[in-house]
């Protein structure tokens, strides 16, 4: 079992190496000096907002603070990691294609993809990783020596399953694979033919941008797709309401965590945000999957949860998490990562037990995304250290294999 420092812990000693005081911190960072020390010294959560301020004020990759890629030297979470040296190579050889590899028809691919992209909305990343690369290889060899006809089919099939890589690169935290990836995908999806997978792409870009913290320019991006989509939802297709009411969905995210550390966001622009991105999930009616961004009304109603958790009201977050209806028809990627928010949202009141049923919960619906999740270890270690132990929080903490 391993011994897991909470982010505070990094913080304090990358802190310290620069030379800086904790007020210096505060003040390069945005953030108050009061939580800075109450982060430092575990008696407060770090929360996605402050991380990334603190990551970005010291000049460092936020896994340096949440202490990823977490160690696995065994089981499933060794079977990931094991991925992503293959993972790495696809990625790499991009523009040079195995002309040993004979690829399939392009149905038996594209049926492949799609099974990959079921694979992720069920949040089931090991069984991806270890498929992914053979395929990647083979599309690659195909793209290159298709018909010129057949081209544009294949590359938006290849940009959907760097989609799979993607996911895998940024939950165990290798930002920088991720980055490079996201350029995969830009480079496929612009010799696609579709311009929507074009959009979908800024949308993907702005999670490492979050990342970063660099919220003004995240932000920015947002704006120019919704400029290049246009702004009325009564001339929209299904698929381009999916990806408009998305981008509403991420700038809501953005504000609020900009909100938090005194950047160009605020509670009411990602309330309109929300609300935006409400009245084009009324268009469409129902929820659908287009491009894996699974929009409609769930997807909204999780993200009012998820605003009010990124500007730390708890009780808001509690309250309308009361009215969220997740049926079997939301991906369990979606579902588990609504009880991961929301235990931070009870944990934020107070209350400790609820926020461990709601990490159990997210743990059952997708286990392996709740086991590499920073915020599931970050409130475990917050709730651990109020001395309010269980037998329930013990379980909990050896199932992440920390101490």
Known sequence: MQHIERVGTHVATIRKVRGW???????????????????ESGHAAATPAFIGAVARALRVDVPRLTGQPYEEPRGSGARLHATIGPIRRSIDTYDLPDD??????????????????????????VQIGETLPGLLDELTTAVHTAPHEDQPRLYGLLAEAYSGASAIAGLLGYLDLRREIVD????????????????RVAWQRTASLMASAAYPQALRLMD?????????????????????????????????????????????????????????????????????????????????????????DGRQAVARAR???????????????????????????????????CLSRARKIAPQQTRHHPMVRETVLAIASTGRGSEELTQFATWLAIA
């Open 21 to 39: 005081t904790a007020r210096e911190l505060a003040a390069h960072a945005h953030v108050s000096y009061s939580l800075l020390t109450k982060v």
């Open 224 to 312: 120019q797709t919704r400029e290049a989509l246009g702004d009325d939802i009564t001339a929209m297709d299904p698929p381009t309401l999916s990806v408009y009411g998305s981008t509403h969905l991420r700038s809501a995210i953005l504000a609020a965590r900009a909100a938090r550390t005194n950047g160009p966001g605020s509670a009411q622009t990602a309330h309109d945000h929300l609300t935006a991105a409400n009245a084009a999930a009324a268009r469409l009616g129902a929820d659908r999957d287009d491009y894996g961004l699974a929009f409609g009304p769930s997807n909204v109603a999780q993200h009012e949860v998820a605003v009010a958790v990124e500007l730390e």
């Open 100 to 125: 040993t590899i004979t690829p399939r028809p392009a149905r038996e691919l594209a049926a492949d993809v799609h099974r990959i992209s079921a694979l992720g909305a069920d949040a089931r990343y």
């Open 184 to 199: 995969r995908i830009l480079w496929a999806s612009q010799r696609c033919d579709d311009p929507l997978r074009l959009h």
């Open 323 to 357: 009215t969220v209806r997740l049926g079997k028809t939301v991906p369990a990627v979606r579902r588990g990562h609504h009880y991961i928010d929301l235990a931070r949202g009870y944990y934020m009141t107070g209350d400790s037990p609820a926020a461990l049923r």
